[in-house]
């Protein structure tokens, strides 16, 4: 029988041994944990990190925030910490003087929300990585705007513009085409609050909800590859079918450059957009027309003028029986809605009070053909391949 003193050695070795193992543990947990944050806390801070300013809310007169975690409430003008919280929920509306939330009056006409953790915020029941600035307008409205850093807004607008059980060398090249597009939105919009919307206008953003597996591995296994053209970012457009030939871009827009002056594209034939076909009554073809300040009645006759190299149409005439209208096919088809007419590549028939429309392609075809992308990924063309067979005489290069 072992005396009380060998028992008492005995049972404060086994603490030892389990103290030290609780240590050990701890320690590596704190390791572990130390090593992720201050990744997490290098990239955010670090000089080379680009971030964009996404607006994701506009012409709000409140809108609920919260924040499920630590957060500053920051003057984004002087940089002060105006506060510093546990948590928040609350509602912002624009004050008389200021921006009223959380139960108080910043007289500021912005203010920047930054979470302390990885927690984000919610804004509308929307999650977003990064900060949110609040901008109380001059209308006394509010905007939102999220800063947030490129890669992650990337992941949050490629599941919006590809799906996410597409090839990855197809998601990849289309990564690549959103970051490059981010960037020259960057650089373009560098006077204004914000460099993008989150809306059609821009690519659409959906915040972290919007993030998917496979879409952000494509954006980690391209981190930073951007398209540049003699050493400059430029507009890399993309769309969804070019239906035969892309298009150049200095036919839409004022953008003459190699990269977007259209190529043939005998890939996306199999696209389930390469095809299209639209009837619309001649009255409301009018009234559309009309409203947008193009008053025309009674149309009898709606012609191709002119057709680009690609088989797209530059011009229309419209005639009714007292006048005749030369108009853009690329400002028809936006006033009559892009997801309406899905091209400006088409063939029109008058029967009955009717315009029928045959077309081919979806989207303006500037740039990347997505089902194109799609199709050539499919046979084994890798991302580089695929960017440079649309985007011709672009260079793949890192992010400065
Ligand atoms: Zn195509």
């Known amino acids: 029988m072992a005396s009380p003193l060998i028992n008492r050695l005995k049972t404060f070795k086994k603490k030892c041994v389990i103290s030290a193992i609780v240590l050990a543990l701890s320690l590596l947990f704190a390791v572990l944990a130390g090593r992720l944050s201050a990744q997490e806390a290098a990239d955010y801070n670090s000089p080379t990190a680009k971030f964009i300013r996404v607006q994701v809310l506009d012409e709000a007169g409140s809108f609920p925030l919260r924040v499920n975690g630590p957060y500053e409430i920051i003057d984004p003008l002087s940089n002060n910490i105006l506060e510093r919280q546990k948590s928040l929920k609350t509602t912002v509306t624009s004050s008389k003087k200021g ?20 927690e984000g915020v919610l804004l509308n029941a929307r999650r977003f990585r990064g900060d949110i600035y609040i901008i109380k307008k001059k209308n006394s409205k509010l905007s939102a705007v999220n800063l947030i850093e490129v890669e992650n807004y990337i992941k949050g607008i490629l599941y919006n ?3 996410h059980y ?17 960037l020259y939105q960057i650089e373009q919009n560098s006077a204004k609050d914000y460099d993008v919307t989150s809306d059609i206008y821009s690519q659409v953003y959906g915040g972290k909800a919007s993030e998917r597996y496979r879409t952000s591995r494509a954006v980690n296994e391209t981190a930073g590859e951007v398209l540049t053209f ?43 957009h390469f095809k299209w076909h639209q009837v619309l009554l001649l009255d409301k073809i009018s009234s559309k027309l009309s409203a947008s300040g193009q008053k025309i009645k009674d149309i009898q006759k709606i012609e191709a003028l002119e057709k680009d190299r690609s088989g797209r149409i530059l011009n229309l005439r419209i005639t009714s029986a007292d006048k005749t209208i030369n108009i853009p096919a690329k400002d028809f088809r936006n006033i009559i809605g892009p997801n309406v007419i899905r091209s400006t590549n088409f063939s029109i028939e008058i029967a009955d009070g009717d315009a029928v429309f045959e077309g081919l392609g979806w989207g303006h075809g500037v740039g990347l053909c997505q089902w194109g992308a799609y199709f050539m990924a499919k046979r084994g ?13 672009a260079v793949i290069s890192k992010m400065q």
């Not at 030939?245 to 036919?251: F, G, P, Q, R, V």
């Not at 063309?381 to 005489?393: F, G, S, V």
């Open 230 to 272: 003699k050493g400059k970012i430029f507009a890399a457009y993309y769309h969804a079918t070019c239906a035969g030939h892309t298009e150049d871009a200095s036919l839409l827009w004022d953008n003459d450059i190699a990269p977007l002056k259209g190529v043939p594209c005998f890939f996306c034939k199999e696209s389930p």
């Open 99 to 118: 921006i009223f939330l959380g139960g108080k009056n910043f007289e500021f006409q912005k203010l920047l929300i930054k979470p302390v953790g990885e």
């Open 161 to 163: 513009e590809a799906s």
């Open 381 to 393: 063309y890798d991302h580089k391949r695929i960017l440079e067979y649309y985007y011709p005489q």
């Open 166 to 182: 597409w090839p990855l060398e197809a998601l990849k090249a289309q990564a690549v085409a959103c970051r490059t597009f981010a």
